[in-house]
């Protein structure tokens, strides 16, 4: 069994539930970096930077090292600024999986 103490109303592990906390301000902090640094590429203040936007940030410059997934060419900051210049796509086609999460993006 587990060291510590189940929630009186839940009946789940706490430590359980502060690991789950932990991760969620550890993504909050990183979004919020995030933010700050779209806002910076794309010359708007961080009030304007959507979901979409940190999506398509987490993509081009964390997972995909600033390169395009299908040719391998590098992706500029200009050419991630301009809205039709690139875009997310999903690894398998959302119509045949209804798997819309980070892990089927490209």
Known sequence: PKNGHKSPTTGKWI???NDIERDQKKNE???NEA?????E???IIEDNVTGEDILKYRLWYKEQGKDCFYCGSPITTEQFK???ATQIDHII???RSWDDSFMNKI
Do not use: D, T
């Open 15 to 17: 430590e359980g539930r």
């Open 29 to 31: 902090a990183y979004r």
């Open 35 to 39: 933010r700050k640094h779209v806002a």
């Open 41 to 43: 590429i794309l010359g």
């Open 82 to 84: 301009e809205p039709n």
């Open 93 to 95: 086609p959302y119509s």
